[in-house]
């Protein structure tokens, strides 16, 4: 596609709830990266893929927080149990280069944690 | 790991004038990205710059890699420049971008 797509654009949880929030990055980009965005704040790294490949979970805040890439395109990242804290905008980006800039970022996740 | 600060953390300027902002970080740095995230939550890319200095129209951006710092030029800003604007830097040893807190801008008419 033209650019990185993510779906829901707005999701709403029940505390305890699961959900899952989608990334369609740009065809053939190798690189995958998910981020976290506090209401304010900057966005935080999460997670990163190499095609289908996960090289770097260090950002995922807890083990409630899982992310795949099974065949090197679409993600999921899901997140069970939601809490309030887990409140946030998701970005996706992805990146034709295994390193040195070309990013480009969807339009994110709004997740609301009630 | 790396640290990035932008300065100022909150600007507001009268459509016409000119602004710089800044950008701090703690490390070398193998990328560093200026991004503008408009009022819907769009991050858009405006340079790719880890030194040097380059202009796109009103924008310019010049990075001193030496000093670890960049500055990002808006002349002749417009409404439409409102936003908050991102550093983030990519250091030597991954693949991640880390971010700056942003510098929230708003431009009156």
């Known amino acids: 596609g033209a650019g990185v797509s993510q779906s829901p654009r707005y999701k709403v949880a029940k505390r305890g709830q699961d959900v899952a929030l989608r990334c369609d990055p740009i065809s053939g980009h190798v690189s995958l990266f998910w981020y976290q965005q506090a209401l304010g704040q900057g966005p935080e790294f999460l997670t990163y893929f190499q095609n289908e490949a996960q090289l770097d979970k260090s950002g995922l805040p807890s083990d409630r927080f899982f992310a795949e890439r099974p065949e090197g395109s679409v993600s999921t990242l899901k997140i069970q149990r939601t809490q309030q804290e887990d409140s946030a905008v998701y970005l996706c980006a992805s990146s034709l280069y295994l390193t040195g800039g070309g990013y480009t970022f969807g339009s994110g996740t709004r997740l609301t944690v009630v | 790991g790396i640290q990035v600060e932008q300065s100022p953390p909150d600007l507001i300027l009268q459509e016409g004038a000119n602004s710089t902002l800044r950008c701090n970080f703690s490390d070398s740095v193998n990328n560093l990205q200026w991004f503008h995230q408009n009022p819907w939550g769009q991050l858009i890319n405006l340079f790719y710059?880890?030194?040097g200095t380059k202009q796109n129209g009103r924008l310019s951006a010049t990075t001193v890699a030496t000093e670890r710092y960049s500055l990002l030029y808006i002349s002749s800003s417009q409404t439409t420049d409102s936003g908050v604007y991102f550093c983030?830097?990519?250091?030597?040893?991954?693949?991640?971008?880390?971010f700056g807190g942003g510098t929230r801008l708003m431009v009156k008419p």
């Open positions: 710059i880890p030194s």
């Open positions: 983030a830097v990519e250091d030597n040893a991954g693949n991640m971008l880390t």
